[in-house]
């Protein structure tokens, strides 16, 4: 069995994710015209299939190109994928899946008149999820000071896109700070998000979490939480302007995302906050588990095994 290992489909060949599988002249290597989604898997089922296949087209749709698969097609790879990675790999409690989508290969250049015809690669690993001391202490972030967030009408940080410069340069001035995660600030100087993560805070047991205006990619396990999540655990939760001068007043901060749901933050530079079990973000994280768990069992045909 391979530890680590990471099982590719480029175009439906199936293949190890470190065998090369593309041309270099492809459009998503040369200028990151490509985009992406991420699924991961809860108690073997692909959970919120529809809400990530929905937010895949749209990416679609915002850069001018065309879907290489239809949704069953799509699903149909994806489970040949996982399929595979099972016969290769250690065993997962639970997987990430990436379908990732360029707009495909020709001449060299800028013009999307150039590219032959859009590719896929389905890309699928183990899930790594958080350490138990992680949830127990919290991440720590910093705020980035060099770099702001593209405004959306440069490069949308709606459109889930092959390009996350940004991102990258942004929590590399948090790392350098020896922060686990960077909080990212937008031309306004208001709060976006961390650089793979949605970000809410919470203040008087309501959670507030950065709107859409702010500059954000919509975060699925944001918008679970919002209209099912929150709500069914009795919490309040809505979007909310907010800046680092807001900081002081909130008791409690955490991340938002599709591969580790709910993580809670014990600090942004020198700004604490509450962690702990009793954290308005565990009893989050307890009610999304009981979620997932509930998905999983209404949705047998999106098992994967």
């Given at each position: 069995?391979?530890?680590?290992?990471?099982?590719?489909?480029?175009?439906?060949?199936?293949?190890?994710?470190?065998?090369?599988s593309i041309a270099p002249l492809n459009r998503g290597f040369l200028y990151g015209d490509a985009i992406y989604e991420v699924w991961r898997t809860y108690h073997d089922v692909l959970f919120?299939?529809?809400?990530?296949?929905r937010r895949l087209?749209?990416?679609?749709a915002a850069l001018h190109f065309s879907?290489?698969?239809?949704?069953?097609?799509a699903r149909s790879r994806i489970a040949e994928t996982v399929a595979a990675f099972r016969r290769q790999a250690e065993a997962a409690d639970d997987l990430y899946i990436r379908l990732q989508v360029t707009r495909g290969a020709g001449a060299i250049g800028l013009d999307v008149a150039l590219a032959d015809r859009s590719d896929y690669v389905i890309l699928v690993q183990a899930n790594k999820a958080h350490a138990p001391a992680v949830l127990e202490?919290?991440?720590?972030?910093?705020?980035?000071?060099?770099?702001?967030?593209?405004?959306?009408?440069?490069?949308?940080?709606a459109w889930k896109t092959g390009n996350y410069l940004n991102n990258i340069l942004c929590l590399?001035?948090?790392?350098?700070?020896?922060?686990?995660?960077?909080?990212?600030?937008?031309?306004?100087?208001?709060?976006?998000?961390?650089?793979v993560s949605n970000i809410?805070?919470?203040r008087g047991g309501e959670v507030l979490t950065p709107p859409?205006?702010?500059?954000?990619?919509?975060?699925?396990?944001?918008?679970?939480?919002?209209?099912?999540?929150?709500?069914a655990a009795g919490v309040t939760m809505r979007e909310a302007t907010v800046t680092p001068e807001d900081f002081p007043d909130f008791e409690e901060c955490f991340l938002l995302s599709t591969t580790k749901d709910v993580t809670p933050v014990s600090a942004i530079d020198d700004h604490r906050f509450r962690v702990g079990d009793e954290s308005v973000a565990m009893r989050l994280k307890r009610a999304f588990a009981a979620y997932a768990r509930s998905y999983a069992t209404e949705h047998p045909e999106l098992r994967m095994e």
């Open positions: 069995m391979a530890k680590n290992y990471v099982q590719a489909c480029t175009n439906g060949r199936l293949h190890d994710a470190r065998e090369p919120a299939w529809e809400e990530h296949w087209g749209q990416s679609a879907l290489p698969l239809t949704r069953d097609e202490k919290g991440l720590r972030l910093s705020l980035a000071t060099a770099m702001r967030r593209n405004p959306a009408d440069a490069l949308n940080p590399r001035e948090a790392k350098a700070r020896g922060a686990d995660e960077v909080v990212i600030l937008n031309q306004r100087g208001e709060v976006t998000e961390a650089a809410a805070f919470v859409a205006s702010a500059g954000i990619l919509g975060g699925i396990t944001r918008e679970l939480l919002i209209g099912t999540v929150a709500p």
